[in-house]
């Protein structure tokens, strides 16, 4: 991943994090500077925020190395509306960047402080063992962090965070918005090719073979409720995804890729994930892992021609968890 190792996620955001700034009012958007002086961007807290902010989001989880867009299709047709991902660089920007691997802790008690990080300054930090199998680090001295979550990280958290991306906490910026939120429905649902990449990492296939990535997901209604929320935007990717992997090397693996990813997979497959959730008394890490991935998959070995294709979406449990 020579070539990679050239890409700076952060530098990347740059143009994207100024543009939320400059659009904050057309976008529903609070801006504010934190106690230790980074830059706060509220999408979905206290402020209404946007599917559009929502779709910056996603491209900045990406670390600028992909594109973003609502499109409309026809596979669903109560919930015609999607979002599309696309990257040409999809190891660093979805696993690199976009995954939210990040754990960050503060506090006990009613003080504590809890949320997943995702963005550009998880490859400046480096803490996930994940950097170390796709061979990518950042450098830099400005880091964009983004957060699912319905406040900011306290000061001293942040100025940990800094200090593990090696930035002045004034060169920080930290995005947040909630799952409830219309940001944050939107963001999470972009992680569509991100939750593929993911699971082909855990399935051992050699991730510097994926060279194009891209997915569709239908945008999923935002709920009040957390884990309705939580549930229809994963409902969204695991029943109404689909992908599309441009692989080299042999066509066979491809073709097992294919087989292997889709959703239908996995042992939990087949109910709304807030009904899953909540079968498992709450307890995210006992849900199978291998749940998380687009419903539909086609890989096009590059070295033959071929495209090789698994699972379907299914209509019915989007409707189920939509409705």
Known sequence: ???????????????????????????????????????????????????????????????????????????????????????????????????????????????????????????????????????????????????????????KLVRQIAADCDVAPDNLVIIFAPTQSLAGSVQIVGRVVEVALHKAHELKFDLSRIVEGMGTAPLSPPHPDFVTAMGRTNDAVIYGGRILLHVTGPADDAKALAEQLPSSTSKDYGTPFAEIFRQYKGDFYQIDPMLFSPAEVAVVALETGETFRGGAVDPKLVDASFD
């Open 1 to 155: 991943m020579s070539g990679a190792q050239r890409l700076s996620v952060n530098q990347g955001v740059v143009p994207m994090v100024a543009a939320m700034k400059t659009r904050a009012a057309e976008l529903r958007l609070a801006i504010a500077i934190g106690a230790a002086g980074e830059t706060l961007i509220d999408a979905g807290a206290s402020v209404p925020g946007s599917l559009e902010a929502g779709r910056l989001i996603t491209e900045i989880c990406l670390g600028g190395l992909g594109t973003v867009s609502f499109e409309a299709s026809p596979h669903l047709r109560r919930w015609p509306f999607t979002l599309t991902v696309r990257s040409s660089q999809p190891v660093v920007a979805c696993l690199g960047s976009q995954y939210a691997g990040w754990q960050l802790t503060s506090g006990a008690g009613e003080d504590s402080y809890f949320s997943m990080g995702s963005g550009p300054a998880r490859a400046l930090a480096g803490k996930e063992e994940l950097f170390k199998h796709i061979a990518y680090a950042d450098r830099g001295d400005i880091a964009t962090l983004v957060l699912e979550a319905s406040s900011p990280p306290p000061e």
